[in-house]
């Protein structure tokens, strides 16, 4: 699975952007596409995800205020942002998830795009 990000850039806190992220390759096998970010200095956390049969989750920190969608026929998986904050600065990354417990499950990730939402 390859994951092309794209989306980020500068905005001022009470802003808004859209992320995408596109998937190509075993898509197939996917099971879950999601967004991470990571601040300097911090770890990496889960932002939204969402399942392949539509089912979502958010953080708390940005319920509300982001929204994971995606388009099947397209392939890619959005992060619409809303009410931007300075602490949302950080690289976002794509992720997608495939295979089971079972069959061993395997993490994918996108090149990483920077948001920076200055006060």
């Known amino acids: 699975v390859q994951l092309q990000a794209s989306g980020g850039g500068l905005v001022q806190a009470g802003g808004f952007l859209r992320l995408s992220c596109a998937a190509s390759g075993s898509i197939l096998s996917i099971r879950a596409l999601g967004w991470y970010r990571q601040a300097p200095g911090k770890q990496r956390e889960l932002v939204a995800m969402i399942t392949s049969s539509g089912i979502t989750n958010h953080a708390d920190s940005v319920k509300g205020r982001f929204t994971i969608s995606r388009d099947n026929a397209k392939n890619t998986v959005y992060l619409q942002m809303n009410s931007l904050k300075p602490e949302d600065t950080a690289v976002y990354y794509c992720?997608?998830?495939?295979?089971?417990?079972?069959?061993?499950?395997?993490?994918?990730w996108g090149q990483g795009t920077l948001v920076t939402v200055s006060s």
């Open positions: 992720n997608a998830v495939t295979g089971t417990v079972s069959s061993g499950i395997r993490n994918y």
